[in-house]
Nanobody
Framework: QLQLVESGGGLVQPGGSLRLSCAAS??????????MSWYREAPGKERELVAA????????FYADSVKGRFTISRDNNKNTVYLQMNSLKPEDTAVYYCKAVRATSGRGYWGQGTQVTVSS
């Protein structure tokens, strides 16, 4: 069983920045074997994919709404994936969730979410 814990959310003014972290833990797992992604869910809206980074090889994916502003990265030595969010807008307000998907089996795990509020 893989556990994911997000952190770094909070209240920020429009134009500001936040860095989200998602730390993975579990018995006998290999972080590098999981594709990692960030989703967000705003009130009254469906959960949407924001950014994703594969295990190896292919470049990261970004939703059109965050391209050029958000950067996803992973540190396999620290079992952590990050989401650097710059030039934040009020429409970025949402609960942000981390998801891990084991590349070989497709099994997915979710974190508990962290609230990001962009407001003046």
């Amino acid at each position: 069983q893989l556990q994911l814990v997000e952190s770094g959310g909070g209240l920020v003014q429009p134009g500001g920045s936040l860095r989200l972290s998602c730390a993975a833990s579990g018995f006998g797992f290999t972080f590098g074997a999981y594709a990692m992604s960030w989703y967000r869910e705003a009130p009254g809206k469906e959960r949407e994919l924001v950014a994703a980074v594969p295990t190896v090889g292919s470049s990261a994916f970004y939703a059109d709404s965050v391209k050029g502003r958000f950067t996803i990265s992973r540190d396999n030595n620290k079992n952590t994936v990050y989401l650097q969010m710059n030039s934040l807008k009020p429409e970025d307000t949402a609960v942000y969730y981390c998801k891990a998907v084991r590349a070989t089996s497709g099994r997915g795990y979710w974190g508990q979410g962290t609230q990001v509020t962009v407001s003046s």
